[in-house]
Structure formats: C-alpha cells, structure tokens
C-alpha cells in the first residue's frame, strides 16, 4: 500500500520516467511517543534548556 504510494508521488515529479522499488523498506512510525523530562534549576534560561533538546 505505501510501496504503491511511494510510486505515485514519485511519477508525479517531472523528468521521472521510472520508478524501482526493488528492496524498497516501509519501517513503520514508533507508537510510543518518547519522553524526557528536565527539571529546571536556578540559573537555567530558557535558550540554554532549548539547545539541549
């Protein structure tokens, strides 16, 4: 199903005349959001916690 959509979106690009999908791997989005927690500490600043994450 996404092999077939992969397909057409890649016919739908000017200059394509072919599309091979041989090996072609749909590796499916984790389900389980991911997590991290920071807790803030006395001198932090907000731009200096947004460069870490």
């Known amino acids: 199903m996404l092999a077939e959509w ?3 979106v890649a ?3 000017a200059g394509v005349t072919e599309v091979d999908i041989t090996g ?4 499916p989005a984790s389900t ?5 927690i920071y807790t ?3 001198g932090d600043t907000l731009s200096a916690i947004v460069q870490r994450f």
Not at 32 to 36: G, S
């Open 6 to 8: 992969a397909v057409q």
């Open 11 to 13: 016919q739908g690009v």
């Open 24 to 27: 072609l791997q749909v590796t």
């Open 32 to 36: 389980q959001p991911t997590e991290e």
């Open 40 to 42: 803030v500490k006395s």
